[in-house]
């Protein structure tokens, strides 16, 4: 993945809703966007999200824009299963079994039925497309 990327391609999402979800310029019925990415190989699983903020650098006026119009995810995955759960923060729960999960479904270590096992208990849901 190139730097520029996720943020190129999530722009287009934006521009592309011209004359389909709003006319002319009525650029508040512009909708939300959401850009997931998987990215594998990384030294350490992560979960990561980029969107735009409003900060004020001089003066005390906000905007009164929407500042969550463009919301990029990206998932940075090892691709190692473990089998091992540590303890983390509450906060950090999700973002653990998003990429355990991930980790399950792209490992070559396990065949598809041990994945599913894998998964239904450590995930707690059936990875029924597995077997298409």
């Given at each position: 993945?190139?730097?520029g990327e996720t943020k190129?391609?999530?722009c287009r999402l934006i521009s592309s809703q011209k004359q389909r979800e709003f006319k002319h310029m009525k650029f508040d019925d512009i909708v939300k966007v959401y850009s997931i990415w998987i990215?594998?190989?990384?030294?350490?699983d992560s979960v990561n999200r980029i969107h735009f903020m409003?900060?004020?650098?001089?003066?005390?006026?906000?905007?009164?824009c929407s500042s969550d119009?463009?919301?990029?995810?990206?998932?940075?995955?090892?691709?190692?299963?473990?089998?091992e759960v540590k303890e983390l923060?509450?906060?950090q729960t999700e973002g653990r079994?998003?990429?355990?999960?991930?980790?399950?479904?792209?490992?070559?270590d396990l065949n598809n039925q041990e994945k599913m096992?894998?998964?239904?208990?450590?995930?707690?849901?059936?990875?029924?497309?597995l077997h298409a």
């Open positions: 993945m190139q730097k190129f391609y999530t990215v594998a190989n990384m030294k350490s409003q900060d004020s650098l001089y003066g005390t006026y906000k905007w009164n119009l463009i919301n990029i995810i990206i998932v940075g995955i090892t691709g190692a299963w473990k089998e923060d509450i906060e079994e998003l990429c355990g999960m991930l980790n399950t479904l792209f490992t070559n096992l894998s998964d239904s208990e450590i995930h707690l849901f059936p990875v029924n497309f």
